[in-house]
T-cell receptor, first 110, second 110 residues
Framework: EDQVTQSPEALRLQEGESSSLNCSYTVSGLRGLFWYRQDPGKGPEFLFT???AGEEKEKERLKATLTKKESFLHITAPKPEDSATYLCAVNYDNTGKLIFGQGTTLQVKP | KAGVTQTPRYLIKTRGQQVTLSCSPI?????VSWYQQTPGQGLQFLFEYFSETQRNKGNFPGRFSGRQFSNSRSEMNVSTLELGDSALYLC?????????FGQGTRLTVV
């Protein structure tokens, strides 16, 4: 069964304390892996798309990487405004269907 | 460039009633997908429409239906509402590969 698992479920960091979020997937024929950020009561905000193992993308304090089995979202020197739920999703059939993980809720304390 | 617009933002309905939610995608995007988000199940795929045709469907009962118009705007309908249908309903608009989400419609069934 196609599945996406994110860990940890929740993460508390001090401002400036770097860390990584994990997304592991079991999907046949990955077409793309997506990272989103979601604030409470809002829709997910697109961050990155990764297509093939070894690919990396960066945006401000965030860097996403991809291997054949998992993806990491590295957060460098986080700030309180980075607090949110980070969602990972995969597409395997080139339609609009995404399979989401349960998310990692990040809290960054000043 | 305007984003994805969902209306209404909030709805309160009674068990047994039906409801229609609307989504206007990003201009030029032909794919519209719908998702249900609950605390327990996370984001789950309902269905996708592409050029007015349902292209993919998730594992939801037939009470959940949708359609897409020639201008790519989409509606989803839930009939005979149940308490368990209370959720955030999200619409995603896809151009080439990335899906962009609206702010969602918060449906509460009482």
């Amino acid at each position: 069964e196609d599945q996406v698992t994110q860990s940890p479920e929740a993460l508390r960091l001090q401002e400036g304390e770097s860390s990584s979020l994990n997304c592991s997937y079991t999907v046949s024929g990955l077409r793309g892996l997506f990272w989103y950020r979601q604030d409470p009561g809002k829709g997910p905000e697109f961050l990155f798309t990764l297509y093939s193992a070894g690919e990396e993308k960066e945006k401000e304090r965030l860097k996403a990487t991809l291997t054949k089995k998992e993806s990491f979202l590295h957060i460098t020197a986080p700030k309180p405004e980075d607090s949110a739920t980070y969602l990972c999703a995969v597409n395997y059939d080139n339609t609009g269907k995404l399979i989401f993980g349960q998310g990692t809720t990040l809290q960054v304390k000043p | 460039k305007a984003g994805v617009t969902q209306t209404p933002r909030y709805l309160i309905k009674t068990r047994g009633q039906q409801v229609t939610l609307s989504c206007s995608p990003i201009s030029g995007h032909r794919s519209v997908s719908w998702y249900q988000q609950t605390p327990g199940q996370g984001l789950q795929f309902l269905f996708e429409y592409f050029s007015e045709t349902q292209r993919n469907k998730g594992n939801f009962p037939g009470r959940f239906s949708g359609r897409q118009f020639s201008n790519s705007r989409s509606e989803m309908n839930v009939s005979t509402l149940e308490l368990g249908d209370s959720a955030l309903y999200l619409c995603a608009s896809t151009g080439d590969t990335e899906a962009f989400f609206g702010q969602g419609t918060r449906l509460t069934v009482v």
